[in-house]
């Protein structure tokens, strides 16, 4: 059971729009604590998509936004393309766990 | 380019301890978390813990009895000891960099390929 909740699977066609949800608690995210998303293709380590909540690393292309507001966030991928197909990861912090860092359970985007 | 390998055993008996080192290269070890993070077979991510450069270090609570991280910042190393392991510590193992400046987080934007670690005897 991951401290931060997120779907199993979303999935859309190529071109559409897609958002995945990350749901926490007062500890977490409704403390105020920033949250990360992560890229995880097929076979390979993770990938940070988007710092500080809405922030893009340099060469993540700028379909990819994220978004935050009380206790959840959520991370959208307009104009899907099908190398978009991957797992993706919220991350936090909670203040309950002695500061430690927590990931959503993850969720399996399906380009259709 | 900051690059991080993971190095240490594949295989390891259960109840022995599991030790794990990252290498930092092209970049500084100072000014960083130093992070694990694994991932059992068809799941998820899972925070183990991290060391600052400093040596100082916070474990997730459910490992921490079992949970040991060092550095040596002369090596550019950082290193993961897990001990009485059992089947469910079978996982790849990630070491990662995770940014922080003036109060704010920046994320684990540097990541290692990742190491299998099989507990089996």
């Known amino acids: 059971q991951s401290v931060l909740t997120q779907p199993p699977s979303v999935s859309g066609a190529p071109g559409q729009r897609v958002t995945i949800s990350c749901t926490g608690s007062s500890s977490n995210i409704g403390a105020g604590f920033d949250v990360h998303w992560y890229q995880q293709l097929p076979g390979t380590a993770p990938k940070l998509l988007i710092y500080?909540?809405?922030n893009r690393p340099s060469g993540v292309p700028d379909r990819f936004s994220g978004s935050k507001s009380g206790t959840s966030a959520s991370l959208a991928i307009t104009g899907l393309q099908a190398e978009d197909e991957a797992d993706y990861y919220c991350q936090s912090y909670d203040s309950s766990l002695s500061g430690s860092r927590v990931f959503g359970g993850g969720t399996k985007l399906t380009v259709l | 380019q900051v690059q991080l390998q993971e190095s240490g055993p594949g295989l390891v008996k259960p109840s022995e301890t599991l030790s794990l080192t990252c290498t930092v290269s092209g970049g500084s070890i100072s000014s960083y978390y130093w992070t694990w993070i694994r991932q059992p077979p068809g799941k998820g991510l899972e925070w183990i813990g991290y060391i600052y450069y400093t040596g100082s270090s916070i474990y997730y609570p459910s490992l921490k009895s079992r949970v040991t991280m060092s550095v040596d910042t002369s090596k550019k190393q950082f290193s993961l000891r897990l001990s009485s392991v059992t089947a469910a510590d079978t996982a790849v193992y990630y070491c990662?960099?995770?940014?922080?400046?003036?109060?704010?987080?920046?994320?684990?934007?540097?990541w290692g390929q990742g190491t299998t670690v099989t507990v089996s005897s």
């Open positions: 500080a909540n809405t």
């Open positions: 990662a960099r995770e940014g922080y400046s003036d109060g704010q987080y920046y994320g684990m934007d540097v």
